[in-house]
């Protein structure tokens, strides 16, 4: 079956920098693009980006140009969220998704809570 | 960007209750709309693609509608593991983007 697990929870300081990382299994991994939703402490969702494991292109949300990184390593069927620049406003839940065929996020990691406090 | 504009951001309903939760576009995005239930801790599950495919699964209550700017979700009957928070996503054009999110609680 489809799984996509996150690695664990995070803390970090105001400046620093974060990898967050989505290993996925039960199916092609370089067939389908991984985005990235985060989700902060009482409120809505927010769309990061994506990219294509299959040929390493990316399309980031304007509001993290320069901040955000997304890999991912095909042997390890691994995508990799990085965030640098850290603020108290990027305290969240960031979440991995698939996206299907149908241009729908069909199948979700579990989430990985990372707090930024000085 | 294309903003999503959810309404209401809450509801109360009783179970046995129909239920319809609207989102609107500010530009067409086809049929390129998607609904989402989350409940409290966890992540989101996929109830409706497409803006009216039913996600394999999901119970036949649940239904989406619209194509444009417009759409609704509708739950019929609602059920008791049916009070959540419930979100639009447009997926027709980069940056995708979420509704604000309707939270439906208990009457």
């Known amino acids: 079956q489809v799984q996509l697990v996150q690695s664990g929870a995070e803390v970090k300081k105001p400046g620093a920098s974060v990898k967050v990382s989505c290993k996925t299994s039960?199916?092609?991994?370089?067939?389908?693009?991984i985005h990235w939703v985060r989700q902060a402490p009482g409120q809505g969702l927010e769309w990061m980006g994506w990219i294509n494991p299959n040929r390493g292109d990316t399309k980031y949300a304007q509001k993290f140009q320069g901040r955000v990184t997304m890999t991912t390593e095909t042997s390890i069927s691994t995508a990799t969220l990085g965030l640098s620049r850290l603020s108290s406003d990027d305290t969240a839940v960031y979440y991995c998704?698939?996206?299907?065929?149908?241009?729908?996020?069909?199948?979700w990691g579990q989430g990985t809570r990372v707090t930024v406090s000085a | 960007d294309i903003q999503m504009t959810q309404s209401p951001s809450s509801l109360s309903a009783s179970v046995g209750d129909r239920v319809t939760i609207t989102c609107r576009a500010s530009q067409s995005i086809r049929t390129y709309l998607n609904w989402y239930q989350q409940k409290p801790g966890k992540a989101p599950d996929l109830l409706i693609y497409g803006a009216s495919s039913l996600q394999s699964g999901v119970p036949s209550r649940f239904s989406g509608s619209g194509s444009g700017t417009d759409f609704t979700l509708t739950i019929d009957s609602l059920q008791r593991e049916d009070f959540a928070t419930y979100y639009c996503?447009?997926?027709?054009?980069?940056?995708?983007?979420f509704g604000q999110g309707t939270k439906v609680e208990i009457k």
């Open positions: 998704a698939r996206r299907a065929g149908t241009a729908n996020l069909d199948y």
């Open positions: 996503l447009q997926s027709n054009s980069s940056p995708w983007t």
């Open positions: 039960g199916y092609n991994f370089p067939g389908y693009y």
